[in-house]
């Protein structure tokens, strides 16, 4: 494992941000660990991708600084660009070139002699189980294919801190799994890697700490279980005999617990935060009254749990609103353009 990178590898403090009289940053505050996946994670329009590029050096801000490994966005954008490298939402590669071309023309283009660049677009392919498909245009790529390549692109130069924009957006439960593989295997060789996401489940597997962000600026920080606890001891999960009777159980909730009542995808279920001041005797007591509650009202209980706050719990309570499902298209990038 490569220990280049200690301290931050991203300082950025009231960053702000305006296209026309939207401000898609509004004084955002992020630091980020060297050497650690650093989530961030927000609902379509939160401003993700756009600190992104401003981190990049795509976009300059309106006001704010921002460094990334001690060199200003601004004044020393170059040195930013020789320390970083991006993946977008969406490939940036030649469609109608292989993969293997595409790889070989990259590592011509940062500087790579013909047998270097050969050898490396092997290396990546063969790391990236894509060897068999080598040969193949990349407009013939699944999509976790091209997700896979289009990050081999974007490490062909091994940077020292990675952009993920929404990685795995529109991927099936595999390719996913095979891109958060690739991800802890950049972050094992020493690359700092700023991930952002909707998939909440994505940012609870890979970060080590998440930044939460809503309307341009930061509203919570911290590593997931930290940021699971600010908002209680645990989280009661019930599902009922009678679906036609979740609106019933939906107000008994509220009006017991005081919290506001999250409505599963199961038409049977719904989650509620128990013991807001943090301890596990509290939320047992809550959710003990709360379910003798729902019997005296006549509302069947047919499955019951009590258990650890859930990132996209942790989201709604935060926010008011819960997480934007994953598979919506983040607008941002077309503001940013």
Not at 53 to 74: C, M, S
Not at 166 to 174: A, S, Y
Not at 257 to 269: E, F, I, N, R
Not at 280 to 298: C, H, K, M, N, V
């Amino acid at each position: 494992m490569s220990n280049r990178n200690t301290g931050l590898a991203v300082e950025a403090e009231g960053l702000v941000r305006s296209f026309g009289s939207t401000r898609a940053l509004d004084g955002l505050d992020l630091r980020v660990p060297a050497g650690t996946v650093y989530g961030v994670l927000g609902p379509n329009g939160a401003g993700k991708t756009t600190a992104v590029r401003v981190l990049a050096t795509l976009l300059r801000p309106d006001g704010g600084t921002a460094r990334v490994f001690g060199h200003d966005v601004v004044r020393d954008a170059d040195a930013v660009r020789s320390r970083v490298s991006l993946t977008g939402q969406y490939a940036s590669l030649d469609e109608d070139l292989t993969g293997a071309e595409n790889l070989v023309l990259l590592g011509r283009l940062l500087g790579l002699g013909r047998v270097a660049a050969r050898d490396r677009a092997e290396q990546l392919l063969a790391a990236f189980g894509l060897t068999e498909a080598a040969g193949r245009q990349v407009k013939k790529y699944s999509g976790g294919m091209r997700r896979r390549i289009d990050i081999a692109a974007s490490i062909l130069n091994t940077p020292d801190l990675l952009f993920l924009d929404e990685p795995t957006t529109g991927l099936d439960p595999r390719s996913r799994n095979q891109v958060w593989a690739i991800v802890r295997a950049v972050v094992a060789y020493g690359t700092t890697v700023l991930l952002t996401t909707q998939y909440l489940d994505e940012a609870d597997q890979l970060a080590g700490r998440i930044a939460v962000v809503d309307h341009g600026r930061v509203i919570a920080e911290g590593t997931p279980g930290e940021l699971k606890a600010s908002i209680g001891a645990g989280s009661v999960h019930i599902r009922l005999r009678d679906p036609e009777q979740r609106p019933q159980a939906e107000q008994v909730l509220r009006a017991s617990l005081g919290v506001p009542v999250q409505l599963a995808a199961d038409p049977a279920a719904l989650t509620a935060r128990v013991g807001e001041h943090g301890t596990d005797l509290e939320a047992g007591t809550q959710a003990a009254r709360a379910l003798g509650e729902l019997a005296a009202a006549g509302i069947v209980v047919d499955d019951f749990s009590l258990g650890q706050p859930s990132l996209d719990e942790v989201f709604l309570a935060l926010t008011d609103h819960p997480a934007v499902p994953a598979d919506e298209r983040d607008d941002e990038l077309e503001a940013a353009r």
